[in-house]
């Protein structure tokens, strides 16, 4: 008998002896293949018809997902970079493999996973081959998630080359995505203050808020795909404008496709924001407090 649930905790793909271990026989195995319930992709290793086709290129190439493509598997920031990276230990006999890909010639630690490394292995190999800005991305995400503390990021880099060791210094928890860490790094780097998941009265937690005074919220690439969802967020932006809080929404492909008309909409509402608060210190009127 073939225990589908352990094959799905491990990703749809499996090794004999994890199969073996749930009490599956050879007989079992030879049974399942022959009536399509299992794959035989090779030698020890099978996966579930509908195995996600990444781990399976991983497994028939005799490696494992690694980089950006292991973060992708575990929810975390991918960056743009399509290409499939591969882990193989030091001594692997690599197999084909379709497509653009990056070979990454490392030992690995032991992985419960015949088809991706662990999330520490993803994150080493992230910090060595991605650019810094997708480095850090991942980064945030997996601290937000919870699959590390920034004391274990510091750990899991410890060791590495340099440049990539220094990496962890500038991850941050509180980005819900990878987009909104880029809008992070980008205004840090550019002067601006930048709280993430601020906690306002009568309004929820919004996203950012720069400098102190300007709100920022991301519309992640799959918003707004119900009027709930809509609705929502009109009732927010309207309780922020009626405390008179500056605000700002953008779009993830606002933020990934043209940046440029991002930062000019942020300066022009922050330098909107000054001009209005010398205004009303000319007029004497009271200012707008956030409490």
């Known amino acids: ?11 749809g793909i499996a090794s004999t002896l994890q199969l073996r271990a749930t009490g599956a026989t050879s007989e079992d195995l030879t049974a399942a293949v ?19 086709p990444a781990a399976v290129a991983a497994v028939l ?14 929810g975390l920031w991918a960056g743009s970079d399509p290409r499939l990276h591969l882990r193989f230990g030091g001594h692997a006999r690599a197999g084909p493999v379709e497509g653009p890909h990056v070979r990454h010639w490392l030992p690995t630690e032991h992985s419960a996973e015949v088809w991706r490394v662990t999330v520490a292995d ?3 190999s992230v910090a060595r081959c991605a650019d810094e800005e997708t480095a850090v991305a991942v980064f945030d995400t997996a601290l937000t998630a919870g699959l590390v503390t920034l004391r274990q990021l510091r750990a899991i880099l410890a060791g590495q ?11 941050r928890p509180g980005s819900d995505s990878g987009v909104e860490s880029i809008v992070r790094q980008r205004l840090q780097a550019r002067g601006h203050l930048v709280e993430q998941q601020v906690q306002v009265d009568g309004v929820g937690r919004v996203d950012m808020r720069i400098d102190g005074e300007l709100f920022l919220e991301i519309d992640g690439f799959a918003f707004h795909r119900d009027r709930e969802a809509f609705e929502r967020d009109r009732v927010r932006d309207a309780r922020l404008a009626a405390r008179g809080s500056p605000r700002l929404r953008v779009s993830a ?10 930062i000019d909409a942020v300066d022009r509402v922050l330098a909107h924001s000054a001009n209005s608060q010398e205004r009303r210190d000319q007029l004497g009127a009271p200012p707008c407090f956030i409490h």
Do not use: F, K
Request: hydrophobic content about 40%; overall charge positive; charged content about 30%.
């Open 161 to 171: 080359p340099v440049n990539a060791r220094r990496r962890w210094m500038l991850a």
């Open 1 to 11: 008998m073939i225990d589908e649930r352990t094959l799905h905790r491990l990703g």
């Open 253 to 262: 492909g606002q933020v990934t496709d043209d940046w440029q008309a991002v």
């Open 122 to 124: 993803c994150l080493r």
């Open 61 to 74: 190439a005799r490696g494992r997902l690694s980089c950006v493509s292991a973060a992708r598997t575990y």
């Open 34 to 52: 022959r009536a399509g319930a299992l794959r035989r992709l090779r030698r020890g290793v099978y996966a579930l018809p509908d195995a996600p």
